[in-house]
Nanobody, 124 residues
Framework: QVQLVESGGGLVQAGGSLRLSCAAS????????MGWFRQAPGQEREFVTA????????YYAVSVKDRFTVSRDNAKNTVYLQMVSLKPEDTAVYYC?????????????????WGQGTQVTVSS
């Protein structure tokens, strides 16, 4: 059974930082490209970032580029999202997702497995 479990969310002031983690089990982690998406209340789920199977390349949404950094540790079956200079508009539930495409992009349908999400709230 494939499981993706996010952690590390919370409440932070604008300008602060958070590091999200997503631990995978039941899947050959290094065979999957990984992505992060987010969904704010009343809004559609949106792409944040994606990373290739070996961590060699990453792709970011314009809104988070230069503030967020995605990385992965295949030995620990974990992908991370380091977020700095957080803004109130970053407030959302953040989801990690696994794709059979080793170099996935921003389209949600490319991702086969999804976590339950972790709440990130940025206060002004």
């Amino acid at each position: 059974q494939v499981q993706l479990v996010e952690s590390g969310g919370g409440l932070v002031q604008a300008g602060g930082s958070l590091r999200l983690s997503c631990a995978a089990s039941g899947v050959a982690f290094s065979s999957y490209g990984m992505g992060w998406f987010r969904q704010a209340p009343g809004q559609e789920r949106e792409f944040v970032t994606a990373i290739t199977w070996n961590g060699g390349s990453a792709y970011y949404a314009v809104s988070v580029k230069d503030r967020f950094t995605v990385s992965r540790d295949n030995a620990k079956n974990t992908v991370y999202l380091q977020m700095v200079s957080l803004k109130p508009e970053d407030t959302a539930v953040y989801y990690c997702a696994a794709s059979l495409n080793v170099a996935p992009g921003p389209v949600a349908s490319q991702y086969k497995y999804w976590g339950q999400g972790t709440q990130v709230t940025v206060s002004s």
